[in-house]
T-cell receptor, first 112, second 120 residues
Framework: GQNIDQPTEMTATEGAIVQINCTYQ??????LFWYQQHAGEAPTFLSY????GLEEKGRFSSFLSRSKGYSYLLLKELQMKDSASYLC?????????????FGAGTRLAVHP | GAVVSQHPSWVICKSGTSVKIECRSL??????MFWYRQFPKQSLMLMAT?????????EQGVEKDKFLINHASLTLSTLTVTSAHPEDSSFYIC????????????????FGNGTRLTVT
């Protein structure tokens, strides 16, 4: 089976840096994704890691350690519009096909 | 970029009726599409994997006779909620990945805009 854990809620200040952690357990790991979701909307893709290390994409960076089953999403220079849910998702290859399993999401509130 | 279109955006139906939701990949072909459901303040739960030309694969606990999935072409998958009840009210989202094989493995899922279903 799969298990993905991330904090339920976080708060941060505009202009600051925030790190959202994600730990996972899966039998057929095949990549880890981070998505952003605003209330009532579909998720939008932020980043993808399949190898260990850091992937940087503008204000967002994502890190993966496969041996530890651990990832984090780093958001820099926070803006008010970054208030959203951040979903950690693991691509799992089991049963002969890939599927993306989501964690419960972390609701981030950015304050002035 | 890859675009996934989902229709309708929202629907209100009476208990006992059926509702069909369409998911189309507009600028790519998708042999596999995924259907998710999301209840308020919860994450996306995978319901089933839709496979073009073959039967869908349902996740544990999802009733395949209630949630009918048809993937008749490489660009269209449909989800029909049969005999809907108020507890089926939810946000249904489809997704797809461009390409096949290795290309699909390294591509993110692209989501439709979702369908908010309300059963009265």
């Amino acid at each position: 089976g799969q298990n993905i854990d991330q904090p339920t809620e976080m708060t941060a200040t505009e202009g600051a840096i925030v790190q959202i952690n994600c730990t996972y357990q899966t039998s057929g790991f095949n990549g880890l994704f981070w998505y952003q979701q605003h209330a009532g909307e579909a998720p939008t893709f932020l980043s993808y890691n399949v190898l260990d290390g850091l992937e940087e994409k503008g204000r967002f960076s994502s890190f993966l350690s496969r041996s530890k089953g651990y990832s984090y999403l780093l958001l820099k220079e926070l803006q008010m519009k970054d208030s959203a849910s951040y979903l950690c998702a693991v691509r799992d290859f089991s049963g002969g096909y890939n599927k993306l399993i989501f964690g419960a999401g972390t609701r981030l509130a950015v304050h002035p | 970029g890859a675009v996934v279109s989902q229709h309708p955006s929202w629907v209100i139906c009476k208990s006992g009726t059926s509702v069909k939701i369409e998911c189309r990949s507009l600028d790519f072909q998708a042999t596999t599409m995924f259907w998710y459901r999301q209840f308020p303040k919860q994450s996306l739960m995978l319901m089933a994997t839709s496979n073009e030309g073959s039967k869908a694969t349902y996740e544990q606990g999802v009733e395949k006779d209630k949630f009918l999935i048809n993937h008749a072409s490489l660009t269209l998958s449909t989800l029909t909620v049969t005999s809907a009840h108020p507890e089926d009210s939810s946000f249904y989202i489809c997704s797809a990945t461009p390409g096949q094989g290795a290309r699909a493995l390294n591509s993110p899922l692209h989501f439709g805009n979702g369908t908010r279903l309300t059963v009265t």
